[in-house]
């Protein structure tokens, strides 16, 4: 019989895109593979990006042949055939490029993943911003012109942001990153992304990277709604609610002392902002780290083992 299922940590996947830089080594320490740094996959079950296990007897196993062969243990019953969320952590040292994803009836009618999404702000340099959203009043005409004469985010929505904001960006919804930003993203499992605009700039080989107009007109939804900044909710001591969505849940949790965990017979993950912390005796977690708890544990007991508080954002379906 095989061994009980335990708190799992998994390889980063760096991604190089020509946006990055080095705050993953700057805030949290990480061995980065050079700059630009863009992207670290904390938890990915795609082919283009395939999560492995860094510690235990099951180190070296991908996600998703755990998932092929203890599936109920690991994500619940039924279990989903691949893992439904895709989470990444993001260092935008200049602006990503203005995009649209698919939300499920776009995806449905015309290809493509659905991606909903959302992030969180771990690091914002001064004056930092998103764009979420379209301006009220544009259309299909005004967003074709201001494309023509090359000042497309004059019909973007501006958000300023800094640390410990939270940013919902639904399938549909018309947006970007600009410099200076370190997000927590979370999102469907999609890699499906339309450029509608990239700031003039070429990619590593010297060219212009596409764009996919035709493709993004077709599936902004220009009624998006509930999008842009959430306003967060204590739920109770040490617990504030960050987001709810039909495919996932954000909760930021103060640990400070032992902090029992439910699992409610589902997986969480979770991602530690700032201290670090112990969970179940098993594992020390550090800051700008992320484990998935198997749904086979019944609870977990959190500890900041420095005796200060540590913050941890938890990730549920």
Request: hydrophobic content about 35%; proline content about 6%.
């Amino acid at each position: 019989m095989n061994d009980s299922l335990y708190p799992l940590t998994f390889y980063p996947v760096y991604q190089d895109y020509v946006w990055g830089g080095r705050k993953l080594a700057d805030v949290y320490g990480r061995e980065i593979p050079g700059e630009p740094t863009a992207e670290s996959w904390e938890l990915s079950d795609r082919m283009d990006g395939m999560s492995v296990i860094a510690h235990g007897s099951l180190e070296g196993t991908t996600l998703r042949s755990l998932i092929e062969s203890r599936g109920e243990e690991l994500l619940g019953t039924p279990p989903p055939e691949i893992f439904p969320l895709l989470v990444k952590i993001l260092d935008a040292k200049t602006p990503l490029s203005v995009q649209v994803h698919p939300n499920d009836a776009t995806a449905a009618a015309f290809g493509g993943e659905a991606k909903t999404e959302m992030w969180y702000v771990l690091d914002a340099d001064p004056g930092a911003r998103v764009y979420c959203g379209l301006k009220p009043g544009s259309t299909e005409a005004t967003l074709r012109e201001a494309l023509e004469k090359d000042h497309l985010e004059t019909c973007l929505e501006t958000i300023e942001v800094a640390k410990g904001d939270v940013i919902s960006v639904p399938g549909g919804c018309v947006h970007a990153i600009a410099a200076g930003c370190l997000l927590l993203e979370v999102q469907q499992n999609s890699n499906t992304t339309y450029r509608l605009y990239d700031w003039g700039r070429v990619g590593h080989d010297g060219k212009p990277r596409d764009l996919h107009v035709a493709r993004a007109i077709q599936v902004i939804d220009w009624d998006s709604g509930n999008h842009g900044k959430i306003e967060t909710r204590e739920i109770k001591p040490g617990h504030t609610q960050l987001l709810r969505t039909p495919y996932f849940s954000l909760e930021r949790i103060a640990i400070h002392q032992a902090h029992d965990l439910p699992t409610n017979g589902t997986w969480q993950i979770l991602f530690v902002e700032s201290g670090s912390i112990r969970i179940a005796d098993k594992l020390d977690l550090a800051a700008g780290r992320t484990c998935l708890l198997p749904a086979c544990m019944a609870s977990c007991t959190l500890e900041s083992p420095s005796g200060s508080t540590a913050q941890v954002i938890r990730i549920s379906p």
